[in-house]
Nanobody, 129 residues
Framework: EVQLVESGGGLVQAGGSLRLSCAAS????????IGWFRQAPGKEREGVSC????????YYGDSAEGRFTISTDNAKNTVYLQMNSLKPEDTAVYYC??????????????????????WGKGTLVTVSS
């Protein structure tokens, strides 16, 4: 059974940091690109960052560039999103999702994220001002 389990969300003040984790199981981790997406109330889902560890491809959306860092621990089948300098507008439910690495385009925010194969249930990040 494929599972993506996010953790690490919570309440933080503006300017603070959080590290989100996405633990993957049920598929060959190295064969997939895994991305972080977020959705705030009343807004469309947004691609935040994506990584394909097998070929070192990385994508950051405009909102993440310079503040967030995506990384993997292949031994643990886990993807991390280090989020620094958080802003109230970063408040959202953050989801991780996976697609075979040939589909990195859809993970990267250019194509439709509806094409992602597997999704986690999300973790809530709330940034207070």
């Amino acid at each position: 059974e494929v599972q993506l389990v996010e953790s690490g969300g919570g309440l933080v003040q503006a300017g603070g940091s959080l590290r989100l984790s996405c633990a993957a199981s049920g598929f060959t981790f190295d064969d997939y690109a895994i991305g972080w997406f977020r959705q705030a109330p009343g807004k469309e889902r947004e691609g935040v960052s994506c990584i394909s560890s097998s070929d070192a491809s990385i994508y950051y959306g405009d909102s993440a560039e310079g503040r967030f860092t995506i990384s993997t621990d292949n031994a643990k089948n886990t993807v991390y999103l280090q989020m620094n300098s958080l802003k109230p507008e970063d408040t959202a439910v953050y989801y991780c999702a996976a697609i075979p690495r040939g589909g990195f385009y859809y993970c990267s925010g250019y194509g439709s994220s509806d094409r992602m194969h597997y999704w986690g249930k999300g973790t809530l990040v709330t940034v207070s001002s």
